[in-house]
């Protein structure tokens, strides 16, 4: 059972769009939300993260928007660039045991 | 600092062999994790171990099976190699194992089974 549903499984965007990928969590016990940055032939990179007590986390073009009420929690990404280019992959944990999406192609076209 | 690193990049196997995979953590890092990583699954959760015990386990068959070292080194042992054992091993490491700790992933090992 995927503990953690992410969508959509690809996403293309133009050059200075704005890119969003969403995630659902069921475990209201997961109490630290991050999200990780994947690029050809590396491992995934944390990008940024919240905690459930926070709505909104933002880190220069990247934010974290958290419902906890509806247990979803979204990356957007503004004025995407091609060099976001990349998979990015959502997670909840609890006790240090991290659960992750399945991932998120996204493209910018320049 | 060093990162993270894993040893080898690249392993071919048949079926029903073993493996074993090598995680070397960042400098004074103690918690390890592995996952499993698949395009239709996205990262799957193997096991993680913290000054050398075994903290947390996924929902992995008893085929797999890790160990840490006093240096927080830690192994991961594949037995009987299935076709579906075809992945990309991730290792992950963290300084304090608490939750909410950052986890600093390897490159990862590409298992072929064949």
């Known amino acids: ?110 | 600092k060093a990162g993270v690193t894993q040893t080898p990049r690249y392993l071919i196997k048949t079926r029903g062999q073993q493996v074993t995979l090598s995680c070397s953590p960042i400098s004074g890092h103690r918690s390890v994790s592995w996952y499993q990583q698949t395009p239709g699954q996205g990262l799957q959760f193997l096991f993680e171990y913290f000054s050398e015990t075994q903290r947390n386990k996924g929902n992995f068959p008893g085929r797999f099976s890790g160990r840490q070292f006093s240096n927080s080194r830690s192994e991961m042992n594949v037995s009987t190699l299935e076709l579906g054992d075809s992945a990309l091993y991730l290792c992950a490491s963290g300084p304090t194992g608490t939750n909410q700790d950052t986890q600093y992933f390897g490159p990862g090992t590409r298992l072929t089974v064949l």
């Not at chain 1, 999200?35 to 944390?46: E, I, N, R, T, V």
Request: aromatic share 14%; with cysteine.
């Open chain 1, 1 to 110: 059972q995927q503990q953690v549903k992410q969508s959509p499984q690809s996403l293309i965007v133009q050059k200075g769009g704005i890119s969003i990928i969403n995630c659902a969590y069921e475990n209201t016990a997961f109490d630290y939300f991050p999200w990780y940055q994947q690029f050809p032939g590396k491992g995934p990179a944390l990008l940024i993260a919240i905690r459930p007590d926070v709505s909104e986390k933002k880190e220069g073009r990247f934010t974290i928007s958290f419902n906890k009420s509806a247990k979803q929690f979204s990356l957007h990404i503004m004025d995407s660039q091609p060099g976001d280019s990349a998979t990015y992959f959502c997670a909840a944990s609890r006790s240090n045991q991290f659960y992750f999406g399945t991932g998120t192609s996204l493209t910018v076209i320049p």
